[in-house]
């Protein structure tokens, strides 16, 4: 025994060490949860990703609230384009005027065009005979015949029976025995037209009445108070006719008017107006593309010479005096005629400023505030999504971990067979369905959430269930059996708190892959539409090649967008595995 050392003759013991809570013992007293904080805070990218999600969750849900536009909102400029005026058409078609109180049915007209094709002068139809004369290619007079009798030649000698009410002059007499003898089967005689048809010995007598006009020639009238000689009838014959027969006037309703011709169209003026042309005949269609827009003679006669030349583009002086300048595009048939003017534009694809910080989209809305709402579409489905996981991977999982056997080898087999579908194909299946039935964006969001979390259940049905099979038959569950709780209880009452860590890692991981699935489905076209929008969405933009390449403020921030959070999400996964994990300090 040693000795004891002595102090004033008492002895004194060895003193107790002093008990001090350094560091390292006040973490080992700290809860659960604190403990498992201390190790999150300690990682500093961690702490990163969790700056990085706080910044995008401000910059969606409350950058949308503070910012001074709407995400539909759609934004225009005033500016000088160059704007379609008017536009003519080369017409190969033939169009029929017909004179008012008669009728001439598209069938006839059928009949018309099959008689003139096989060089034949006359037709019939629904029991009424036709016949026009043989002019130019691009007009025609058509006839109708009406019987007025017939004649029989003996000898030399014509015999008339005539239709009661009918009388023939001797002059028409002489003039259609000269017809018979000669076989001519038409001719005109003082303006009134006669047309034989032979019918066994006899020849029938026909006189005919002008009832339409086919022609591929366009009467135009450019007076605003003038005839609408369009569909005029009177006029389109006086004035075919003139030129047909190359006569320099003609006579209608009154009114004499002059031709001048030349190789590309005809002008014609009213006498005593010769300076103010009336019409132009050509065979271009020539329409403003305003009702409110009046084309005049002249305009139109600019427009046929410079086309005529071609030439693409021709100058004219409007009513102040002013020279307009035209520009002449041609397509085929089709010309357009467009010209410069003061018009309210949507501002699209602007590049960034002071108002658009970002510029606008090919739809002239602000890109930054889309920018905003669709970070709420993207996070909100992401948070959705996993919740969705969540509930159907927990009770899959739960039930096949705690009663194993046939439960668990049936479940998990549905689990392989499910994960053997094709998810993609599937969602383009879908998404052409909802094109289809044209769902309204905000369901198809629903839609596609629901997609996605159906989806993506089964890794953590495997997870739950791989976590119960060990814990259940530890001691604790042992004593939850003997005190006779529910196995419902049992499974979710005491196994799955004890899995939640490892869930809340998981869920945290997934977060990321989900907002980048979203977001391909969307830059695919078919996940959230348009007016809504996402990060997806708006990144849609670089699949033309054009706006990939000139407008890099339309898709860039987006994607960069998409890189930060996903980016985020796996920090913060990271840093609460390490922090969940018992093996760490």
């Not at 598209?106 to 094709?117: D, G, H, P």
């Amino acid at each position: 025994m040693s000795e004891q050392p002595i102090l004033n003759n008492t002895p004194v013991e060895n003193p107790e060490p002093e008990i001090r809570l350094d560091d390292e013992k006040r973490v080992r007293v700290l809860s659960p949860g604190l403990l498992i904080w201390r190790r999150f805070v300690r990682n500093k990218l961690a702490i990163a990703g969790l700056i990085i999600l706080a910044s995008m969750f401000i910059f969606s849900f409350i950058g949308g609230l503070i910012s001074p536009y709407k995400q539909q909102q759609v934004f225009r400029k005033t500016d000088t384009a160059m704007r379609e005026y008017a536009s003519a058409m080369i017409n190969e078609d033939l169009r029929y005027i017909v004179k008012d109180g008669e009728k001439f049915s598209n069938i006839a007209a059928a009949n018309f065009v099959l008689a003139k094709n096989n060089k034949r002068t006359t037709f019939d139809y629904a029991g009424t005979h036709y016949s026009f004369k043989a002019g130019a290619e691009d007009f025609y007079e058509i006839y109708s015949l009406t019987e007025i009798g017939s004649v029989l030649m003996l000898g030399k000698k014509p015999n008339f029976d005539l239709n009661e009410g009918e009388t023939l002059t001797a002059e028409e007499e002489t003039a259609i025995a000269e017809a018979v003898k000669t076989k001519t089967a038409a001719f005109e005689l003082d303006g009134k037209q006669f047309v034989l048809r032979r019918d066994g010995k006899n020849n029938i007598i026909s006189v005919t009445k002008p009832i339409a006009i086919g022609t591929t020639l366009i009467f135009d009238a450019s007076d605003r108070e003038g005839v609408p000689i369009v569909n005029n009838y009177e006029f389109i014959r006086g004035a075919g006719l003139a030129i047909l027969e190359n006569e320099s006037d003609f006579t209608c309703g009154g009114q004499t008017y002059a031709i001048v011709e030349t190789d590309d169209k005809t002008t014609v003026y009213r006498s005593g107006s010769e300076d103010e042309p009336f019409a132009t005949i050509s065979n271009l269609m020539i329409r403003a593309t305003s009702p409110d827009v009046f084309l005049s003679t002249d305009f139109k006669n600019a427009f046929l010479d410079a086309a005529a030349n071609g030439q693409r583009a021709f100058s004219l002086e409007n009513a102040d005096g002013e020279p307009v300048e035209y520009t002449i595009t041609r397509t085929h048939n089709t010309y357009t005629i467009r010209t410069a003017s003061l018009t309210e534009l949507i501002n699209m694809y602007a590049p960034p400023s002071r108002s658009h910080i970002l510029g606008t989209d090919s739809n002239g809305m602000d890109i930054l505030t889309r920018l905003m709402y669709g970070g709420r579409v993207s996070l909100v489905v992401g948070f959705v999504v996993v919740f969705i996981e969540l509930i159907i991977g927990v009770i899959v999982g739960g039930i096949s971990g705690y009663f194993g056997g046939i439960v668990d080898m049936l479940i998990m087999r549905f689990i392989d067979i499910f994960n053997a579908i094709p998810f993609y194909p599937i969602v383009f299946i879908l998404g052409a369905i909802m094109d289809t039935m044209q769902i309204a964006p905000m369901q198809r969001i629903f839609i596609l959430m629901i997609v996605i979390g159906l989806n993506g259940w089964t890794s953590i049905a495997r997870i739950v269930r791989g976590q119960i099979l060990s814990l259940r038959e530890q001691d604790f569950m042992l004593a939850t059996r003997a005190t006779g709780i529910r196995t419902m209880r049992q499974i979710f009452v005491h196994l799955v708190p004890n899995v939640m860590p490892l869930l809340i890692v998981q869920a945290t991981l997934s977060l990321g892959s989900i907002i980048i699935i979203e977001a391909t489905l969307s830059y695919l076209g078919i996940g959230i539409k348009y007016p809504y929008a996402s990060w997806g969405s708006i990144i849609n933009a670089a699949t033309n090649l054009h706006v990939m390449t000139n407008y890099w403020y339309m898709w860039f921030p987006a994607g960069i967008l998409i890189f930060l959070t996903v980016l985020g999400f796996n920090f913060v996964g990271d840093g609460l595995r390490d922090a969940f994990d018992p093996k760490m300090k």
